[in-house]
């Protein structure tokens, strides 16, 4: 999910520090990266969802904004299948986003990337080289870079998540692209057990995965047997916790 506009409109009612961040300079686990034999991508489930993002302090749960993703699966693309995914935010309290990408339906690398926020990027991978440009206001520039590995697209955690071997104690490093510093983030992974949690009309068992990117923790909720993400959560400095719930 990409959350940075909303990170910096509720910077302002948030105490300082509340969204600092640092990076990570190399692997905690071990490195998961694009072309790994355990990312085994589960079968597209072309749909529309929408999910509602809220933010919770003492009990009091304010509605954020509304998310919509639709997946859809391009068979004939050039190179290969890929996924093709549109995330938009609908909301009155911070700017709306789309945020849109392929990624490579046989390995889920990342193909390319088509953000609509504060700035402008549009990206196109290969490998580990990342060519396109990034706008912010009245000002564009290009990109063009090597990484020293092959990186995933953030945004697709939950699709990536649900492709990984979990099971309880798996750990892994995954390699990520950070269009702001234009170098790789690691974000760590951690099985911390099963949870049930509401699903299509019934409560279904998923795998509680924690997570860190930049120091900042987050968590996924994966079905079991769908790979779906059921539910995300973050918690911020204010004591507030954002969530994504179906």
């Known amino acids: 999910m990409k959350l940075a506009p ?11 520090g509340a969204c600092a961040q640092t990076r990570p300079a190399a692997p905690t686990y071990h490195a998961v990266a694009p072309g790994a034999a355990e990312v085994r991508p589960r079968a597209v489930r072309e749909s529309t969802d929408t999910l509602q993002m809220v933010m919770e302090k003492d009990g009091v749960v304010l509605p954020v904004a509304q998310l919509v993703i639709e997946t859809s699966l391009a068979r004939s693309a050039a190179g290969g299948a890929v996924v093709h995914r549109v995330e938009a ?15 490579a339906a046989a390995t889920l690398a990342p193909v390319s990337q088509r953000t609509h926020e ?31 590995i092959a990186v995933w697209y953030d945004n ?34 951690r099985v911390a057990g099963t949870e049930k949690v509401p699903g299509d009309g019934e409560m279904v068992d ?30 911020l400095a204010s004591g507030a916790q954002m969530r994504i719930v179906r």
């Open 118 to 148: 504060d700035r402008v990027v549009a990206l196109d991978f290969d490998g580990a080289a990342i060519r396109g440009t990034i706008a912010e206001g009245e000002m564009a520039g290009p990109v063009e870079i090597t990484l020293p």
């Open 89 to 103: 935010t609908r909301s009155r309290m911070v700017p709306s986003t789309v945020d849109s990408f392929q990624l």
């Open 156 to 189: 697709a955690m939950d699709l990536l998540l649900g492709a990984l071997p979990l099971a309880d104690g798996y750990t892994a490093s995954l390699p990520t692209y950070d269009d702001v510093a234009a170098a790789v983030v690691w974000r760590d992974v």
């Open 6 to 16: 909303l990170a910096v409109a509720l910077a302002a009612v948030l105490p300082a």
């Open 206 to 235: 998923a795998w509680r995965v924690e997570t860190t990117r930049k120091g900042r923790a987050s968590t996924y909720w994966i079905e079991k047997s769908s790979g779906r993400m059921m539910r995300w959560a973050q918690p």
